[in-house]
C-alpha cells in the first residue's frame, strides 16, 4: 500500500543532504520562479499557468493510483510541453528576457520623469480632471516600449504644462491618442496602445483605461489616465489599474514610480519595501523549488531498493488445489532512479509462478527476474530465493479421472 508519508520521509531525508553549493542553486531558481509568477499574475496567462499546474496535479494523482490511461495521456501532453510554454507565454517570456537584459543596466542609469517635471504633469492632470478632458499619459520605464505603440508622431519636446495642454485640447487631431514621456521630454503623442482584456479590472471604464491597462501588462510604464466623463483620474501600473482620490495620491504614485527606477544604492527602501511583500508567492516559489530539486538533483541518482513480494501460483492442475508454498514471499531487489521510487506503490510488483508442470510431479519451480511484474522504469537486479517448492493436494482424495492421486512426500524431505 502507498503511504505518503513514506515518500515525505524520502524527501526529507533527501533535504538533509543539502550542501553550500545546492543552496545557492535553489536560492536561484527560487527568485527565477518567484519572478516568474508575479509577472505572470499581471497579466492573463494567470488563468492558464493555474490549468496547467492542475494537470501536473492530476499526473500526480494518477501515477500515485497506477491510471495507466490518465498517465499515457498526459505524458504525451507532457512531451509537447516546452513548446506549447514558448506559445501561450510568448509575451511573458518576452518581457522577461527584456527585464534579465536590464537588470544589469540599473547601476548609475535613471529614467522616468524629474521631480520637477512631477509638477507639471500634477497640474495638468488636476485641471484635465476639473475641466472633464479625457488625458492618456504614458511614463517610460526602463523596458523598452517602442514595439508596443503603434502610429503616433514623434516630437521629442521639452515637457511644459502648454505644451501637454495644447496636445489633448479636444480640438487636437490626436487628443484621443497617448502621449509618451522619457524623462523631462515628449517623444510622441497620439500614440496608440495595445488594449487589455481583463474585464474583471475594465468593467465599468472606457477605452482610455483599457489601453492603459494593456500597456501596463506588457511593461514597466505607468500609465495615467483622466476619465473624459467622470473626470476620474487612474493610475495604470504592473498589470494594476486603480483610481486616484484626487492630486496629491497622483503625486504620490509618481515618487514611488521615481524610486523604484532609481540605481540599487538609492532605492535601498524600495528593495527592502519588496523583501516584505508577496510573502504566499515567495513561500510558495520555495516549496515548489525545494520538491523540484528533489526530484531532479538527488531524484536522478541510482537507488537500490528490495521489497518482499507475495508468490502468486496460477494454471494449477485440475483436481488439484494448492497446500502449501514455501516460502510464500520472495525478495525483489528493483533498481532505477531513486525519484522512481518517490511515489512507488508496492502493489504494483507481484511474481507469477506457473503450476502447470506440477500434474508431472514437479514440486520446485524457478523464479526469474522475467516472472515479476514490475513499473517499467525500474528493473529487477536480482530475486531471492531464485527458487519456491509448492505442495498440491488434491481436492477430495481423488484425481480428476476418479483415481486416488498419489500423496505427494512432506517438502522437508525434499532435496
Not at 160 to 186: C, M, Q, T, W, Y
Not at 286 to 294: D, K, Q
Amino acid at each position: 500500500m502507498w503511504i505518503p508519508s513514506a515518500m515525505f520521509e524520502s524527501w526529507w531525508s533527501q533535504l538533509r543532504e543539502i550542501q553550500l553549493a545546492d543552496l545557492l542553486d535553489i536560492a536561484l531558481v527560487t527568485t527565477f520562479l518567484y519572478s516568474a509568477i508575479v509577472l505572470v499574475r499581471r497579466t492573463q496567462a494567470r488563468l492558464v499557468a493555474g490549468g496547467i499546474l492542475v494537470l501536473v496535479g492530476l499526473y500526480i494523482f494518477a501515477r500515485a493510483l497506477d491510471l495507466q490511461l490518465t498517465i499515457g495521456l498526459l505524458q504525451g501532453f507532457f512531451a509537447a510541453f516546452v513548446v506549447m510554454l514558448v506559445v501561450i507565454f510568448q509575451e511573458e517570456l518576452r518581457q522577461a528576457f527584456e527585464r534579465l537584459a536590464l537588470w544589469g543596466l540599473r547601476r548609475g542609469r535613471e529614467s522616468g520623469p524629474s521631480y520637477g517635471t512631477n509638477e507639471v504633469l500634477v497640474e495638468c492632470v488636476a485641471d484635465f480632471a476639473r475641466d472633464r478632458i479625457g488625458a492618456l499619459i504614458v511614463l517610460a520605464g526602463r523596458q523598452p516600449i517602442d514595439r508596443q505603440l503603434h502610429g503616433g508622431i514623434a516630437l521629442h519636446g521639452a515637457l511644459s504644462e502648454p505644451l501637454l495642454k495644447s496636445l489633448f485640447d479636444p480640438h487636437s487631431p490626436g487628443h484621443d491618442g497617448a502621449v509618451l514621456i522619457e524623462k523631462d521630454r515628449i517623444v510622441r503623442f497620439a500614440a496608440h496602445l495595445p488594449l487589455s482584456t481583463d474585464f474583471r479590472q475594465l468593467h465599468d471604464v472606457g477605452t482610455r483605461h483599457s489601453a492603459a491597462l494593456g500597456l501596463a501588462e506588457r511593461c514597466d510604464a505607468l500609465c495615467v489616465v483622466v476619465s473624459e466623463e467622470r473626470g476620474q483620474i487612474s493610475v495604470a501600473h504592473e498589470g494594476t489599474l486603480r483610481a486616484l482620490s484626487g492630486a496629491p495620491e497622483l503625486e504620490l504614485a509618481l515618487r514611488e514610480f521615481q524610486a523604484s527606477l532609481m540605481p540599487p544604492a538609492a532605492s535601498r527602501g524600495v528593495l527592502m519595501s519588496a523583501l516584505r511583500e508577496n510573502w504566499v508567492e515567495k513561500i510558495a516559489s520555495l516549496i515548489l523549488v525545494l520538491g523540484l530539486w528533489t526530484l531532479f538533483v538527488p531524484g536522478s541518482r541510482p537507488a537500490t531498493e528490495s521489497f518482499p513480494v507475495a508468490v502468486k501460483v496460477v494454471n494449477i492442475p485440475p483436481g488439484y488445489e494448492l497446500e502449501r508454498v514455501e516460502p510464500t514471499q520472495v525478495t525483489a531487489i528493483l533498481t532505477g532512479q531513486r525519484r522512481a521510487f518517490y511515489l512507488f506503490d508496492a502493489r504494483r510488483i507481484d511474481v507469477t509462478v506457473d503450476a502447470t508442470l506440477a500434474k508431472y510431479g514437479r514440486r520446485t519451480f524457478a523464479v526469474s527476474e522475467d516472472q515479476i511484474r514490475h513499473p517499467p522504469e525500474l528493473t529487477v537486479d536480482d530475486v531471492e530465493p531464485e527458487q519456491v517448492r509448492l505442495k498440491l493436494r488434491p481436492r477430495g482424495g481423488i484425481e480428476g479421472n476418479g483415481v486416488p492421486a498419489p500423496v505427494q512426500p512432506p517438502l522437508a524431505s525434499e532435496d
